[in-house]
């Protein structure tokens, strides 16, 4: 690290890039590692969530140090014509839980908060009070920007975390609760029993474009949380916009996003699930990956995440189909359809669904059959597609 700050510079402190920190602190401890975020502290205000299913033996040694909420018996769904219990174990991460293990097992001085980069190149980041720190190699990871090069839909919800009156009974969570009232998309709501008086409560759109009406939102978390005779106190609130993919021109994309020699991780180098939009199986692996070659240089690295993310793209075209289906070839009110009839399915080709793994047979058994759309529409879908994911998020 001769005339050098740090061997690895990361910018962007949420799941990516604090997952790649804290694999390099884990396998790689000779290194000076920073990990640099705009904002008051690393992981934002997020909740992220998986099967255990999804990850391999390192990556749950890599979760380890987290906090999580875990329920060993599986989960729940429902739609208007049926409901189910499934048997994966399932697991989530709260933001401030996420930020309070790296500040315990990250080094001292590897975490740099309230820094706003002004400049990204191959040799470091610069910051708005014109200092700078050097690196033999920088990660990208500051998530996705819209781009007229991919095409899609939008995954928009609020969540909240209520501290209840009363016990709620739930043993398990409820992945998808799609017996609601379908707004302007599939509509479904999330339920985790995060302890015997508290819920976190998420109401969750796949829609056409990113627009979130937070008071409308939230007003049906209340009307949800009554009909279910919950009543309680909000601890706190989140909301995203997620792009759901379906298409485009990766390699325009990778283009564009492309600073000479770095690296990009996370959703801003292509590792999401293009019709979940989960990541944390896909993030964990991204941070293995780059711990075992950790001494690569710059440009080395910047390459293999390139490749990496080209790979990861071809394999998950059969997820960005299914969303053409799900945006272009069924009614906006009708998408439930896609998802009730998915979850009437093997279990365990629903977790392979979910880790991004599905087999070719996984594939044609999704496939055969009466489709829950019309024929003429999912042609159509399959020719044309949704339109760019170019509109800002709100």
């Known amino acids: 690290m001769i005339g050098r700050d740090c061997d690895i510079a990361i910018i962007g402190g949420g799941l990516a890039g604090g997952l790649i920190a804290l694999a390099l602190a884990q396998l790689r401890p000779d290194l000076i590692v920073r990990l640099v975020e705009a904002g008051d502290t690393v992981g934002g205000n997020h ?53 309070a293990a790296l500040g315990r097992e990250l080094p001292p001085g590897t975490i740099l908060t309230r820094c706003e980069a002004t400049t990204v190149d191959a040799g470091g980041l610069s910051f708005t009070d014109g200092s700078r720190i050097t690196a033999r190699a920088v990660i990208d990871c500051r998530g996705f920007a819209p781009t007229p090069h991919l095409a899609g839909g939008w995954q928009v919800f609020m969540g909240r975390h209520m501290r209840l009156n009363a016990p709620h009974g739930l043993t398990r969570p409820i992945i998808m609760d799609a017996d609601v009232a379908q707004l302007g998309g599939y ?133 960005r189909m299914l969303g053409r289906m799900l945006f272009c070839a069924a009614l906006p009110e009708q998408r439930w359809r896609i998802f009730a009839r998915f979850y009437r399915l093997d279990a365990a080709l629903i977790e392979r669904f979910y880790a991004g793994q599905s087999t070719f047979a996984d594939r044609a058994r999704v496939l055969i059959g009466k489709p829950p759309v019309p024929v ?12 760019p994911l170019a509109k800002e998020s709100t």
């Open 47 to 99: 909740r992220w969530s998986w099967f255990d299913s999804d990850l391999s033996p390192a990556g749950d040694a890599l979760l380890a140090p987290f906090r999580k909420a875990e329920w060993a018996d599986g989960y729940t769904v429902k739609f208007p014509d049926h409901s189910r219990q499934l048997p994966t174990p399932y697991r989530s991460l709260d933001s401030a839980d996420f930020a």
């Open 187 to 319: 509509r479904f709501v999330y339920v985790l029993p995060l302890g015997a008086n508290e819920l976190f409560i998420e109401d969750t759109y796949y829609q056409d474009t990113p627009e979130l009406d937070r008071s409308a939102l939230s007003a049906r978390i209340d009307a949800y949380a009554a009909d279910q005779g919950w009543k309680g106190d909000p601890v706190h609130s989140e909301t995203g916009v997620l792009p759901v993919i379906t298409g485009g021109d990766f390699a325009a994309w990778q283009a564009e996003m492309s600073t000479p020699g770095v690296a990009r991780a996370g959703a801003r180098g292509g590792f999401v699930h293009p019709l979940t939009s989960y990541t944390v199986p896909f993030a964990v692996a991204t941070a293995l990956d780059i711990a075992a070659d950790a001494d690569l240089p710059g440009e080395l690295l910047a390459a293999k995440l390139d490749a990496r993310g080209r790979e990861h793209w071809a394999r998950t075209g059969f997820y």
């Open 376 to 387: 003429g529409r999912a042609i159509n879908a399959l020719i044309s597609g949704p339109p």
